[in-house]
DNA sequence: AACCAAGTTTGCGCGCCGACAAACAGACGC
DNA sequence: GCGTCTGTTTGTCGGCGCGCAAACTTGGTT
């Protein structure tokens, strides 16, 4: 009997199509740890010695360049594995994982992945379809990034969030982790002054409403309609 | 025996690992067929019905956002698989491949691939990996688009290619394709008059030596000094 | 040889948005 | 309560590089 219970994985897409037995098979080579908010699960340039599936709470990935800057490469959701540079034969971690609010993470030793994938077929298919969706993701992103203005590209990034992190409340859909504007900036290829400047701009229409880390979408259409590059005047 | 050797593809990456009788196996199912210069093989939002290997030439992957601008994705080149919607679970293509120059590729409908990675792991395992590689560079991309200035990502760029598809010649590495500003500025997400001043500036400099649709770097170390940001002044 | 189309060069002006600066506002600890 | 720290707002300025336009060059075609 695993001191872990096979409903925690369950869930993920990372182990569907696998039966019960699997799924406790691989439930017993995990660890199971604590990331507290601001913590970090590795980061960039350690070696990759551990792959892992988040249970609980919100991690941030980022990724810096030789010179210093910054960028936000994406925020790990619930049932999301993260931190899997071995299945795309990388010795070091590309990014750093930390935490946006406390979080619950499995973990699995690298040497394991070779013998899953060989035992379980299924989980070849469903990381490639993982890493596939977050191919087509980067290269949306650079799309976006290529021709679409910052007002763009900032209210395509909160529409993204709320998607994906967004709980509906008394009056629209707020993103349920702290968020900073140099977050967003980050996320955006643009400066925190820019993100705020524009959020103010757009709370003064009512389409969101923002405070400290935290925003919430109140009109999605509107928002939408700026992603899309509809002119207000 | 079949009607293609199995040394077209031995060399491929996506099929390394695999046997003889599993490279026969593959090839009986594949059809070669050729693409002139300017043609395509597929485009974007057709349903995506095969899978490619590319044997010669090379190919441009583009894609276009709703607004209707452009972007170069990727180069495709020799044992490169390309059109692998089906292994990310694309039911069309999200780009359209055109033939740079006269190329040769093989083919297999998509049907195929479930069974193929079934009977040969290592095949999963490759096609991981390659896509791996990309999800690496495309992140590399966004943090360059994020952070570098234009004169950096085009220099970038024209090292990634020299790199990629580069040849030796009397002076200096020759990029054997034709590629032209407006490629090279989809790619950097920029524009081609910008392109065409930076080039100008360069030959002037020494640094590369341009003409119609070609291009030569003569100093590479200079313009990997660029690309790090290093001011010239 | 003459023509044509596609690719390239170059000039000019403006606008977006980044850089810098400084004040402001919550959150937290004591 | 007070102080501090982190995150946010807002103003001003300037420059990079895009948009537009027009001339030029080169390779291919008939």
Redo the contacts with the bound molecule.
């Keep these: 009997m695993p001191h872990l219970d096979r409903s925690l994985i369950a869930e993920a897409p990372a182990f569907s199509g696998l039966d019960g037995a699997a799924l406790d098979d691989i439930l017993a080579h995990a660890q199971s740890f604590r990331i507290p908010k601001g913590e970090v699960a590795f980061r960039q340039g350690e070696p990759a010695e551990k792959f892992f599936l988040l249970l609980h709470g919100r991690l941030r990935v980022t990724r810096l360049n030789p010179q210093g800057q910054q960028m936000v490469v994406r925020f790990v959701n619930p049932d999301d594995m993260f931190g899997v540079a071995m299945a795309i034969q990388c010795d070091i971690y590309p990014g750093t994982a930390t935490a946006a609010v406390d979080s619950l993470a499995l973990s699995w030793p690298n040497s394991l992945w070779a013998g899953m994938i060989a035992r379980y077929p299924a989980l070849a298919v469903n990381a490639m379809r993982a890493l596939g969706a977050r191919l087509q993701d980067s290269q949306q992103r650079i799309l976006d990034l290529s021709t679409q ?3 763009q590209r900032i209210a395509g990034a909160v529409l993204q969030l709320a998607h994906q992190a967004g709980r509906p409340s008394e009056e629209g859909v707020k993103i349920d982790f702290p968020l ?3 977050d967003l900036a980050e996320m955006t ?6 993100v ?2 524009t ?2 701009a757009w709370e003064a229409f009512g389409l969101v409403e ?1 405070g ?2 935290r925003l919430t979408v109140r009109n999605e259409e509107g928002l939408q309609a700026i992603a899309k590059g509809v002119e207000s005047e």
Tied chains: 1, 2.
């Design positions: 203005k910052v007002e900073s504007r140099q290829a643009s400066t925190l002054h820019t705020s400047r959020l103010s923002c400290r880390q």
